[in-house]
């Protein structure tokens, strides 16, 4: 089968027996089957035909309904990577479990009657003696959860006291997460953790069923092959997914328990979004669209095998009594229309198997590849090696082969020797002028990438440095005196009190202004970093590194700040990486670093004495 092509949902139908109750009570059937494809139902005086794929009566056994319903196909497909899924609906007491695992009585302590086993056990029996006649490594094991008030629980650890998660990616679909698999290599290690499961189930006693499933159950038997002789493309693995339903069921009267009520509504909310999953999947208007997969827990894990890439075949339960005439009605409708369903399957390669198929895959084509190169190469050299000799010849090979094309071109031609020599020598000039024009264009070409690389060097330098002055802030010490600041204050200052020193960026024209109280005998001036790292106080430029200190106060007002001598002093000039290091110092808010943001540095400057520990005091 390959990935394009699709394959129709498998619809069974399965009639069971009139129950004892239901004989008792003198109920009466209410369908029949005509041959194996059409099941009719009575139904207000008329009868309404269906057709499935198959349809088992109620005479039918267990091994009838694993031999017709093309179980063995299934797990033959599974066997080969495929993931397949047979699944039973229908409604409560309509025979689900009884055809999937056998009667429920059985795994009550009862003695074992193979004839009564159901799908999983006679599935899991053909898969272990189709795969022990297989050659290579198979590995089979199996998981078992069940779906209980939207809850997902792992049936081989009971103990767990917390629910699963079902996770969903693109690789992997939507999966249980935890989960855990048994491996099993016989039919009796499989029926100990079948058993187990099964006991693990939940169950009530209901009026349809004494013992019925509370729960959606899914059983998954995943086959691993890997053919011994290593071919590509052998390692696989399959699934066969078996679930077991819950029945809708109309819970009616006051005696319903609201725990009942709650298991009946999650089971009825479930069931409806698999209904509307498959309707989503067989109208034509919405086929390419959303299918509300996501809407509940059992149609998230069944998403492959209802329209994704899985095998699927649904086994429609009915009873046939009068009084379940309705129910039976509505479950065969919904599994009519279930059999619109298509499936694209695809065989599930291990992953890392697949890489080196494809690699392998991709070596041999490059090999081939090459050899055609080879090919091609030879050939070319061939022609190149012949075309070379009437070259040799316009050059004056002594080559007799030469000799005989230079007197087939003289015989051919009109010209003279003499004439030849002189086209010659012309070709021969030609040929030594455009050597030379080559060797000054190869000197070119030379200087040129040496001045190229002289000039990427200088330009790392001149980026390396604007990084420099991009990154780094600089902070400078203003030591006050009594400074006036003709340009920023409004009239003259008074000594020992406050005078203003504005600085601004060159680069940007914008101020960075710091005021300064003088009484503080120093202050602190940071210079957010900035292209221009040059700055202005008073109308006097500043380089980033400078001290500056107030004039006294005897001194006009004209000048502000002079620069120190010891602009080299690292005591005086800090270096922080960042505006960020800087604000910290003074304990201020770090804002995102923008020139156009004054920087008030002193009115929450520190006091100078707790920041000049280690600096020349005037
Ligand atoms: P469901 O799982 O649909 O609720 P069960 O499988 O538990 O229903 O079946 C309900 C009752 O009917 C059980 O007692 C079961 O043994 C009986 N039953 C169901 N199908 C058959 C059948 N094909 N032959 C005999 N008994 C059946
Ligand atoms: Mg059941």
Excluded at 80 to 98: D, I, M, N, P
């Amino acid at each position: 089968m390959g990935p394009q092509d699709e394959a129709r949902v498998i619809v069974a139908a399965r009639v069971r027996p009139m129950s004892e109750q239901e004989d008792a009570r003198g109920e009466q059937g209410t369908m029949y089957c005509p041959d194996q494809r059409h099941l009719l139902v009575c139904h207000g005086g008329r009868e309404k035909a269906f057709s499935f794929d198959v349809v088992l009566g109620p005479q039918s056994s267990q091994q009838d309904v694993f031999e017709e319903c093309g179980i063995k196909k299934l797990i033959d497909m599974a066997i080969v990577g495929f993931s397949c899924t047979v699944f039973a609906f229908g409604q409560t007491g309509s025979g689900k479990t009884y055809t999937i695992t056998g009667p429920h009585s059985r795994f009550l302590g009862s003695s074992q009657e193979p004839q009564m086993y159901g799908l999983m056990q006679r599935s899991v029996s053909y898969l272990l003696d189709q795969t022990q006649s297989m050659d290579g490594d198979v590995s089979l094991s199996a998981s078992y959860l069940e779906i209980y008030n939207e809850q997902v629980w792992d049936l081989l650890t009971p103990w767990l006291t917390s629910s699963l998660s079902v996770r969903g990616n693109q690789t992997h679909g939507f999966y249980v997460e935890n989960l855990s698999t048994v491996e099993f290599g016989s039919l009796e290690d499989f029926m100990k953790l079948l058993e187990a499961g099964l006991r693990s189930r939940r169950t009530s006693s209901q009026a349809q069923n004494e013992h019925s499933s509370r729960s959606h159950s899914i059983l998954t038997v995943s086959i691993g092959a890997k053919a011994a002789n290593g071919d590509e493309g052998t390692a696989t693995m399959g699934k066969l997914c078996l679930v077991d339903l819950a029945g809708s069921e109309r819970l009616r009267g006051p005696s319903s328990s609201e725990d009942l009520l709650e298991e009946a509504a999650n089971i009825n909310r479930s069931l409806l979004s698999l209904g509307k999953c498959i309707s989503a999947l067989v109208d034509p208007k919405k086929k390419s669209g959303h299918i509300p997969y996501r809407d509940s827990k059992l149609t998230k894990l069944l998403s492959d095998s209802l329209g994704g890439a899985g095998i699927t075949l649904m086994i429609a339960c009915v009873s046939p009594a009068t009084a379940n005439l309705q129910e039976t009605l509505n479950t065969l409708r919904y599994s009519s229309r279930a059999k619109r369903i298509k499936n694209r399957p695809i065989a599930k390669q291990v992953l890392h198997e697949k890489l080196v198929v494809g690699l392998q895959g991709e070596i041999r084509l490059l090999r081939r590849e090459n050899m055609l190169l080879r090919q091609h190469l030879s050939s070319v050299e061939e022609s190149a090696r012949r075309s070379s000799v009437p070259v040799a010849v316009r050059y004056g090979s002594s080559d007799p082969l030469g000799k005989v094309e230079t007197d087939h071109l003289a015989e051919g031609s009109s010209c003279s020797s003499a004439c030849l020599k002189d086209l010659l020598q012309e070709v021969m000039q030609e040929n030594r002028k455009l050597q030379v024009e080559k060797g000054a264009l190869l000197n070119h070409i030379q200087s040129s990438k040496q001045q190229g690389a002289l000039l990427s060097l200088e330009k790392a330098q001149l980026l390396h440095k604007l990084d420099e002055l991009q990154s780094v802030c600089c902070m400078c010490r203003v030591i006050s005196g009594t400074a006036h600041a003709t340009c920023c204050c409004s009239g003259p200052s008074l000594c020992g009190q406050v005078a203003r020193c504005s600085l601004q960026c060159l680069h940007h024209q914008l101020p960075m202004a710091v005021i300064s109280p003088l009484h503080r005998r120093r202050a602190l001036v940071a210079l957010p970093p900035l292209r221009a790292l040059q700055a202005v106080a008073c109308g006097e430029k500043y380089p980033a590194q400078t001290e500056i200190q107030s004039e006294p106060p005897s001194q006009s007002a004209g000048l502000h700040g002079r620069r120190s001598s010891g602009t080299e002093s690292r005591g005086h000039v800090q270096h922080f990486p960042a505006l960020r290091d800087s604000r910290a110092l003074w304990g201020q808010p770090v804002e995102p670093q923008s020139c156009r943001s004054p920087i008030e540095v002193l009115p929450s400057a520190p006091p100078i004495s707790a920041l000049s520990k280690g600096a020349t005091t005037r």
